[in-house]
T-cell receptor
């Protein structure tokens, strides 16, 4: 089983739609969680950290469920510019970062 | 606003050739990392460094070497290039304070990547 698993997609959605991605992790001792965004042929960039109580940043909401070992990212009112690959990142004990393979989002007009 | 700078951006190597991928950061970050990303896959850690003079292996270190003589620079060396090393290579850096590591603060800043083909 992979340490961090994501649905690769692609998720094809119209502008204005709400879309959600899930990410599961296998190591229950994982301590910190992030979502990174990667545009085509570009480097990953931090989108947002994921906090235990859940957190929101504009149209983006991140949730953590430690009992079920998954994190989620919700994007409301999708824009064309949201089209990208979204990488789930988990930090395990010892400051080891593990990246998921990413979920592709395509927002169409 | 340089951040993390990688060179070259693209390179084609023949099997058995060697090369060095350069990475430099101007943010005074103590941690630096090298990742590779194969098509449709997540990033895999090759090597990392927690400070000048200290390096350690990541998940996929075979076929690579690194050095960290200064805080700013973290070059990655391929000694005998193989087709399996065809990939996109990303260098990253982050700052972590000493003592209890604030893991939630381990935000990584990436270079633009080096696309390497070994033929």
């Amino acid at each position: 089983r992979k340490e961090v698993e994501q649905d690769p997609g692609p998720f094809n959605v119209p502008e204005g739609a709400t879309v959600a991605f899930n990410c599961t992790y296998s190591n229950s001792a994982s301590q910190s969680f992030f979502w990174y965004r990667q545009d085509c042929r570009k480097e990953p960039k931090l989108l947002m950290s994921v906090y235990s109580s859940g957190n929101e940043d504009g149209r983006f909401t991140a949730q953590l469920n430690r009992a079920s070992q998954y994190i989620s990212l919700l994007i409301r009112d999708s824009k064309l510019s949201d089209s990208a690959t979204y990488l789930c990142v988990v930090i395990q004990y010892g400051n080891k970062l593990v990246f998921g393979a990413g979920t592709i989002l395509r927002v169409k007009s | 606003n340089a951040g993390v700078t990688q060179t070259p951006k693209f390179r084609i190597l023949k099997i058995g050739q060697s090369m060095t991928l350069q990475c430099t950061q101007d943010m005074n970050h103590n941690y630096m990392y090298w990742y590779r990303q194969d098509p449709g896959m997540g990033l895999k850690l090759i090597y990392y460094s927690v400070g000048a003079g200290i390096t350690d292996k990541g998940e996929v270190p075979n076929g690579y070497n690194v050095s960290r003589s200064t805080t700013e620079d973290f070059p990655l060396r391929l000694e005998l290039a193989a087709p399996s090393q065809t990939s996109v290579y990303f260098c990253a850096s982050s700052y972590l304070a000493g003592g209890a590591i604030p893991l939630a603060k381990n935000i990584q800043y990436f270079g633009a990547g080096t696309r390497l083909s070994v033929l």
